[in-house]
Nanobody, 125 residues
């Protein structure tokens, strides 16, 4: 059974940094993509970044140059380093995964099968 567990997050002032992690278990191999999504109150869940089995990455325009996604395949852990945080980055952050082989990581919420419970990130001005 696949399980994803986020950790990290918290509160920080604008301009600060935070990191969140996602521990993945239950996958039979490493041919899966993982992504970070976020959802603010009253808004739709959006993809922030994703990484495929080859460690190819994608970022939404609003976080390019500020966020960095990585994965440690040996430990099956996904990381999201967030720098220069802005109040508009405030949201619940979720990690997600999908068994898509060696294809590029998808960006749509509907493309991901497995989800974590989420961790809150709050950025104050």
């Amino acid at each position: 059974q696949v399980q994803l567990a986020e950790s990290g997050g918290g509160s920080v002032q604008a301009g600060g940094s935070l990191s969140v992690s996602c521990a993945a278990s239950g996958f039979s191999d490493r041919t899966y993509s993982v992504g970070w999504f976020r959802q603010a109150p009253g808004q739709e869940r959006e993809n922030v970044a994703c990484i495929d089995a080859f460690s190819g990455t994608k970022y939404t325009d609003s976080v390019k140059g500020r966020f960095s996604i990585s994965r440690d395949n040996a430990k099956t852990t996904l990381y999201l380093q967030m720098n220069s945080l802005k109040p508009e980055d405030t949201a619940m952050y979720y990690c997600a995964a999908t068994n898509n082989g060696y294809f590029a990581c998808p960006s749509r919420t509907s493309d991901y099968k497995y989800w974590g419970q989420g961790t809150q990130v709050t950025v104050s001005s």
